[in-house]
């Protein structure tokens, strides 16, 4: 049976291009080490060839690789077909193997605020344990974009950690901004690198940057503050 982390999470990565957000998903895909890993990669990311799974291109190929009792998979989304068909039968293979980590890169291209497909919805609402095929599994769940607003509003009102670099958009900071207390000149101006993240296990939140060492990347966060 694969390892079973203490405790399934969902996380969240947002930020404009260039902030850092998929080396700091690595990090932490690299650091929690999951002996089942899936990925959802949207726009054949060079960035995700290394430690982030075998590429496949065929979804019953990537869907019979999971049987294995450990794997690290990646698929290459088809876009000469039905991207949302994809994810759909994607999500439901990640929900019937379980005590996986899926991570979903690009999710504004496959979610909307107001829109989730009925797979995806399943494996946030109920994936952290559940029961399937006669006994308790548990499903992590990452995901990435730019805009929070563009991605599925109950995925990140689920989630037990959002990260998040510059935001491009003054409507997304200011809904952070309020929700977390801080001014939306923060988000907007955010060095490349620099990041702010709220935890539903922390009190206040987490501000710090990301550097690189080698090839890998590390993240050196600040003290934690309250509001501001």
Not at 45 to 56: K, N, Q, T, V
Not at 96 to 125: I, S
Not at 191 to 218: C, M, N
Request: aromatic share 8%.
């Amino acid at each position: 049976m694969a390892r079973r982390a203490s405790k399934a999470l969902a996380q969240a990565a947002f930020g404009a291009r260039g902030t850092g957000k998929t080396a700091w998903v690595k990090r932490q895909i690299a650091e929690a080490r999951p002996r089942r890993l899936l990925v959802w990669d949207f726009k054949h990311d060079p960035s995700l060839r290394d430690g982030m799974g075998a590429p496949y291109t065929s979804l019953p190929e990537l869907i019979r690789a999971m049987k294995a009792p450990g794997f690290q998979l990646r698929y290459l989304v088809d876009h000469s077909r039905d991207v949302h068909a994809q994810f759909e039968l994607f999500c439901q293979a990640a929900y019937m193997a379980g005590d996986l980590l899926m991570f979903v890169d690009e999710l504004p291209e496959v979610t909307k605020a107001n829109k989730a497909p009925p797979a995806w919805r399943r494996c946030v609402n109920v994936g952290r344990e559940y029961s399937h095929g006669g006994r308790i599994k548990t499903l992590s769940i990452m995901a990435a974009g730019q805009r929070p607003a563009e991605c599925d509003k109950t995925f990140i009102a689920n989630c037990d950690v959002i990260h998040t670099g510059r935001l491009g958009d003054v409507a997304d900071a200011k809904r952070f901004a309020r929700s977390w207390g801080v001014d939306p000149a923060e988000l907007t101006n955010l060095p490349d690198l620099h990041w702010i993240e709220k935890r539903a296990d922390t009190p206040g939140i987490v501000r710090g940057v990301l550097s690189f060492s080698g090839t890998k990347a590390t993240a050196t966060a600040s003290k934690k503050r309250g509001a501001t």
